[in-house]
């Protein structure tokens, strides 16, 4: 009974958040995102005590239903709906969109050299980025961090496109080692929309796969912080030479982790990939 108490007690100061959120979903969606993954995390505790157990809890699994399963969708629909209050910018589909080649011309990064410039020495991996909040940019930026040197190895060049001022960029990017890696900043998305890179659906954002990797993300120690940017858009790693992509990757959803130096030699030489696969260890 006093364990059963306890737990209605934390539903009590939960039904309290609820209230709160209800009041306003865009200023308070941070307390739906807290539901939400309390209703997604609840049943998968059921399932591992019976795994472990090897005895199924019906009757306990049976109050998941209308305590936890039926919520997801609502709630889900006001994170979208409160997120998108919050970050959309009216003006973002009425902007115009440049092409590739000249975008990559345009974009400068704290060193005064363009994409193009880069790509024209050496091989350019282009790391675009979610807001410097999110647990999947930290994850990414603590790949980066592990794999640069790889990169570097083999002559390849890095830019992370990120949607804060350079200021913010640099403090976040010292954290990871990454201080000295050209960085380009894109408040208003051009250079993302020019590489075709648009926002994600609710699907790419919340769906089954990017909530799983969202709690291994977190697990493995990239917590979610505030949103630095559009919570909307999504990422993407592109790699350039010579002025032209080679290879583009757009994530399918928000969560998509994929192995940099592995991409970027699949799309130069064979040899090279082979190579690595030999030497490395997957990320």
Known sequence: PAYFQTLGAILAVLALGYLLAATDPT??????????????????????????????????????????????????????????????????DTLPIQDPSTAMR???????????????STPTLVVFLRHFGCTFCRETLRDLEQQQHNLRQRDIDLVIVHMSDDAHARRTLLRYGLEHVARISDPDQSLYRSFDLHRGSPLQLFGPRAIRRAIHATLSGNLQGRSQGDAFQMPGVFLVEHGHILHALRHHHAGQRPN????????LEPTDLETFAKQSVPA
């Open 260 to 267: 940099y130096v592995q991409l970027a030699l699949e799309a």
């Open 27 to 92: 200023k308070h969606w941070s307390l739906i995102l807290i539901g939400l993954l309390t209703k997604l995390i609840a049943p998968l505790f059921i399932i591992a005590a019976a795994i472990v157990n090897h005895d199924f809890p019906h009757q306990l699994a049976y109050t998941t239903i209308p305590n936890d399963i039926l919520w997801w969708i609502p709630l889900a629909a006001a994170l979208y709906g409160a997120l998108k209050l919050a970050h959309l910018d009216p003006t973002y």
């Open 106 to 120: 345009a974009a400068e990064d704290q060193f005064g050299l363009s994409i193009h410039e880069r790509s024209e």
